[in-house]
Nanobody
């Protein structure tokens, strides 16, 4: 059983910064990629950023240049630094892990989500 534990959400003013962290508990054979997605009220869940075990990153166009994703392979943690936040980025942010929990068995895990509210 693998669980993703997120932390760092909260309330921030427009233009402010916030950091999110996600840790992995449990045993997993190989992590291919970890990332962050978000879902605003009434909208579909969307990609924010992902990072592979080789530290290749992918960002949504809307956050590129303002958000930075990083990963600690030894600790199985992923972090998201968010700068210049906008009110429309208010959403529940979800941590995601994709990989093999055992050899040849692909798995896709989600955290419980952490609320980010950008408001004055």
């Amino acid at each position: 059983q693998v669980d993703l534990v997120e932390s760092g959400g909260g309330l921030v003013q427009p233009g402010g910064s916030l950091s999110l962290s996600c840790g992995v508990s449990g045993s997993i054979f190989h992590i291919v990629a970890m990332g962050w997605y978000r879902q605003a009220p009434g909208k579909e869940r969307e990609l924010v950023a992902t990072i592979t075990s080789g530290h290749s990153t992918n960002y949504a166009d809307s956050v590129r240049g303002r958000f930075t994703i990083s990963r600690n392979n030894a600790e199985n943690t992923v972090h998201l630094e968010m700068n210049s936040l906008k009110p429309e980025e208010t959403a529940v942010y979800y941590c995601n892990l994709r990989g093999y929990d055992v050899p040849s068995h692909w798995s896709d895990y989600w955290g419980q989500g952490t609320q980010v509210t950008v408001s004055s």
